[in-house]
Structure formats: structure tokens, C-alpha cells
T-cell receptor, first 113, second 114 residues
Framework: QQQVKQSPQSLIVQKGGISIINCAYE??????FPWYQQFPGKGPALLIA?????SEKKEGRFTISFNKSAKQFSLHIMDSQPGDSATYFC????????????FGEGTQLTVNP | GAVVSQHPSRVICKSGTSVKIECRSL??????MFWYRQFPKQSLMLMAT?????????EQGVEKDKFLINHASLTLSTLTVTSAHPEDSSFYIC??????????FGSGTRLTVV
């Protein structure tokens, strides 16, 4: 019930293309769904997050789409750039109770110039 | 925004010695801190959760006597790897959470035990 499944494991996109990463969760008590970006040798940095009362959130080139009935959420990176090449993790938590984040397995994104 | 400082960023120690990693919340009070371990090309694995002034809660399979966690104040938590061995070599990351703040991560510590 605590798992978060993430796909794909790796993704290669051309510069200017759209990168799409998907996650699915099981625990319907989760109320906070962040995406993190991690560069080699660094800690994860919050990219964008959504709560289940909205179906979409956009910040610049990054968009989260959230489907509560399907228990799925996805990250879309528009106009992908080589600087976006990193590992992306989705996560979920029951934030209102201050509980732990449950992470997906991660997606290694490579954006070719 | 919320900032978490983690030190050192890299440490090399001899087998059998102990290493302490510090995690500080710089501009907010961290009521809860989380410690993670990450192996190459893998996700973050939660080791333990600590609340200020109380004992840490360890995840199943994590040796509490080996990985000592102290959360003595609302801005500082430490992880001490005792009697380190080569298999303890890994990337350790802390995360802090305070009231009205989400989960903010430190920059990580690369531990190499030789």
C-alpha cells in the first residue's frame, strides 16, 4: 500500500522535445505528490508538487498531471533541454500527518543536443 | 526558501572508525528530520525518522547501534556511522520538515570506507 511505481526507468529525448514520466500509487491516503530532480553527487531538489484537489499544475516548462481515480500522476517537461538531463523521482506522502515520503524508483533522463 | 545544509559533502575514513554527518536547517525549525541512504542508480532508501528531543525511529533492517541519530535541537540532526566498514560506503542524504514547510533535502554526503 506504500509503494509508488515509476516508469520509464530511463528516457532519451531530443532537445526541444517533451519528456514524460509516469507514476502510480496505491495508498489513497496520500495527499502530497512532489517531483524531485537529482544531479549526480547532489541531493534531490523539489521541482514541482501537487495536491489531489487539482488535476494539473504548471510551473514554467514543468507540468504535473494528476488523475485521482486512476491513482496516477505524471511529469511533463516541455521543450526539454540538455541541462534537464538528471534523475527524476516522484514521491508521495500523507503530508498533513508529517509522514515520510515514499519514492518511486527514479527515471534517468538524457536530453540530447 | 527553506535551506538544509549537510556536512561534510565527502568523507573518506578507515575501516573501524566512526564518522559523523551533520544536517542543519538554516532558516526554519525542523520538527522532523529524515535520513536516507542511496546506492548508485537507485532510489532513496529511508533509514530513520527523528523528531526533536525524542529517539529516532529506524526502518526495518537498519541497525540502530551502527547508525546513531541525534536530533538534539530544532535545527540540527546528526548521523554517526559507528565502526564503519567498506559495505557502509554510500551516499547519505538528510531531509528536514518543519511547520508550513515541505520536505527539504541536504546536498548529501559521499562516504567511502577504506
Amino acid at each position: 500500500q506504500q509503494q509508488v511505481k515509476q516508469s520509464p526507468q530511463s528516457l532519451i529525448v531530443q532537445k526541444g522535445g517533451i519528456s514524460i514520466i509516469n507514476c502510480a500509487y496505491e495508498n489513497t491516503a496520500f495527499d502530497y505528490f512532489p517531483w524531485y530532480q537529482q544531479f549526480p553527487g547532489k541531493g534531490p531538489a523539489l521541482l514541482i508538487a501537487i495536491r489531489p484537489d487539482v488535476s494539473e499544475k504548471k510551473e514554467g516548462r514543468f507540468t504535473i498531471s494528476f488523475n485521482k481515480s486512476a491513482k496516477q500522476f505524471s511529469l511533463h517537461i516541455m521543450d526539454s533541454q540538455p541541462g534537464d538531463s538528471a534523475t527524476y523521482f516522484c514521491a508521495a506522502s500523507k503530508e498533513t500527518s508529517g509522514s515520510r515520503l515514499t519514492f518511486g524508483e527514479g527515471t534517468q533522463l538524457t536530453v540530447n543536443p | 526558501g527553506a535551506v538544509v545544509s549537510q556536512h561534510p559533502s565527502r568523507v573518506i575514513c578507515k575501516s573501524g572508525t566512526s564518522v559523523k554527518i551533520e544536517c542543519r536547517s538554516l532558516d526554519f525549525q525542523a520538527t522532523t528530520m529524515f535520513w536516507y541512504r542511496q546506492f548508485p542508480k537507485q532510489s532513496l532508501m529511508l533509514m530513520a525518522t527523528s523528531n526533536e528531543g525524542s529517539k529516532a525511529t529506524y526502518e526495518q533492517g537498519v541497525e540502530k547501534d551502527k547508525f546513531l541519530i541525534n536530533h538534539a535541537s530544532l535545527t540540527l540532526s546528526t548521523l554517526t556511522v559507528t565502526s564503519a566498514h567498506p559495505e557502509d560506503s554510500s551516499f547519505y542524504i538528510c531531509s528536514a520538515r518543519g511547520d508550513n514547510y515541505g520536505y527539504t533535502f541536504g546536498s548529501g554526503t559521499r562516504l567511502t570506507v577504506v
